[in-house]
């Protein structure tokens, strides 16, 4: 699928929620995510208004936002409709199948009832994805699975990796791809049988100055993640906002820039001889 186009591998999804963001990719020309870890309500909604017309999806913390109130959803699937947008609240469910399914569709945030994408640790086993499922299904949301982190020695390899695409695999309805920071495609199968599974592969840890924070966060550039190691869609955060939240010149130049970079790693992808 690295050489097939984000348009022409909508037909290969049937969850609407992947539909929907290589719809959007295709539509827009970007496979920029901003993921938006600010505090304010004031800030969050800044930012995605400024990097709305550049990305094909805003990835949330919600529960980091202090003065959160229930309109902040509102404000944020307006912008969602303004900008063309997906959202994917990234908040990495780890519990039992009855847990997680009472975290996703209620307390404060009801994460079921807005965000297109959310995503699950593996590590409870196949259970989190029906808990999650019984809730996002009906709705028409989809679920990524953390396959690998981006984090310095991170536990997310080898078997750990190969059983969370085994998971996936037995739950195509939902499972509509990961957070990992390589193609997944052939991964846990036996020797000699390939798979036809076509994920999105959502890639967290992308920056263009730095090579990794303070607190064992590792940063590659878009085009060593798109077209390395074939994933599909880059993550950027503190390198879009990170300078100054409140500088939205410099915001919209770094969206631009992380865009342009992205996209253009994209058509090398697409256009490499077989
Ligand atoms: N994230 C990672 N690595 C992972 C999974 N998720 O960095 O393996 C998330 C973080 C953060 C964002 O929770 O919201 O992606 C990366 O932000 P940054 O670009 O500012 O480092």
């Known amino acids: ?29 970007t496979n920029l995510a901003v993921s938006v870890d600010v505090t304010r309500s004031k800030d ?32 944020l699937q307006d912008l969602s409709d303004k900008h063309d947008f997906a959202i994917f609240e990234d908040r990495k469910f780890a519990d039992i199948g009855n847990t997680v399914a009472l975290q996703y569709s209620s307390g404060v945030h009801k994460i079921a009832s807005w965000s297109h994408i959310t995503n699950a640790h593996p590590v409870p086993g196949p259970s989190i994805i029906s808990g999650l499922s019984s809730v996002g299904l009906p709705l028409g949301r ?3 699975l953390l396959a690998e982190m981006s984090t310095k020695g991170a536990l997310a390899v080898g078997t750990y990796t190969e059983e969370a695409v085994r998971m996936a695999r037995a739950h195509r309805d939902f499972v509509v791809g990961f957070i990992a920071q390589r193609t997944m495609k052939g991964v846990g199968m036996q ?17 263009l100055d730095t090579k990794g924070d303070a607190m064992g966060q590792q940063y590659r550039t878009p085009r060593q993640v798109i077209v390395d190691s074939e994933c599909d869609v880059i993550i950027v955060g503190r390198g879009i906002y990170g300078k100054d939240p409140s500088l939205v010149d410099e915001i919209r130049a770094q969206a631009k820039r992380y865009m342009d970079a992205g996209w253009e790693a994209y058509q090398e992808r697409i256009s490499a001889p077989v």
């Open 142 to 144: 989809g679920l990524l």
């Open 1 to 29: 699928f690295s050489r097939q186009t984000y348009g022409q591998r909508i037909q290969n999804h049937s969850n609407p929620a992947a539909k929907m963001l290589l719809e959007i990719m295709e539509r827009k020309k």
């Open 191 to 207: 020797d000699n049988v390939t798979d036809n599974d076509d994920f999105l592969i959502l890639t967290p840890g992308v920056g």
């Open 44 to 75: 969050f909604i800044a930012i995605i208004d400024t990097v709305g017309p550049f990305v094909c999806l805003v990835k949330t913390h919600i529960d980091i936002i202090e003065d959160f109130d229930f309109s902040l959803i509102k404000q």
